[in-house]
């Protein structure tokens, strides 16, 4: 997401309209921003006396913290070969809960915990050697 437009562009926008009687219009082509973004702002200014952008982003729960530790240890130690998705699935069989890939992925991070990355393919049957490649007599000069 991109970054809030400042809080002075937005002050010198509301002024505008307020003070100096420009047009919604007329203010977004002045400053160069898009006229929903004055309707926002005029409509932040009238509610709550300020142009200060809202807060962005979550809060990221932690699903699997450190006290739940020594339980995702455990449990990467017993399923040494598996993937993510098959640690989150053992995990929430285990203890009741619905964690998703990405929350175990993070929390595997967290503890610097090594995962697999791919689910094992089975053992290829004939292993071929790779042919020699041949010399081009183009690119051969015997002088």
Same mark, same amino acid.
Do not use: C
């Given at each position: 997401?991109?970054?809030?437009?400042?809080?002075? $562009?937005?002050?010198?926008?509301?002024?505008?309209?307020?003070?100096?009687?420009?047009?919604?219009?007329?203010?977004?082509?002045?400053?160069?921003?898009?006229?929903?973004?004055?309707?926002?702002? $005029?409509?932040?200014?009238?509610?709550?006396?300020?142009?200060?952008p809202a807060a962005m982003g979550g809060v990221r729960v932690i699903w699997i913290g450190i006290a739940e530790k020594q339980q995702l240890v455990d449990l990467v130690d017993a399923? /040494?070969?598996? !993937?993510?998705?098959? $640690?989150?699935?053992?995990?929430?069989?285990?203890?009741?809960?619905?964690?998703?890939?990405?929350?175990? /992925?993070?929390?595997?991070?967290?503890?610097?915990?090594?995962?697999?990355?791919?689910?094992?393919?089975?053992?290829?049957?004939? +292993?071929?050697?790779? &042919? !020699? &490649?041949?010399?081009?007599? +183009?690119?051969?000069?015997? +002088?």
């Open positions: 997401m991109p970054k809030a437009w400042p809080e002075e $562009l937005r002050e010198r926008v509301v002024k505008g309209v307020k003070v100096r009687k420009l047009t919604i219009a007329e203010a977004a082509d002045l400053y160069d921003v898009g006229t929903a973004s004055v309707k926002r702002w $005029l409509a932040r200014f009238r509610d709550t006396g300020s142009v200060q399923m /040494s070969d598996a !993937t993510v998705e098959e $640690l989150a699935a053992a995990y929430n069989e285990r203890h009741g809960t619905s964690v998703s890939r990405s929350a175990m /992925s993070r929390a595997l991070l967290r503890f610097d915990l090594t995962r697999k990355k791919k689910p094992s393919a089975p053992p290829k049957r004939n +292993r071929r050697a790779s &042919p !020699t &490649p041949e010399r081009s007599s +183009r690119n051969f000069s015997p +002088r």
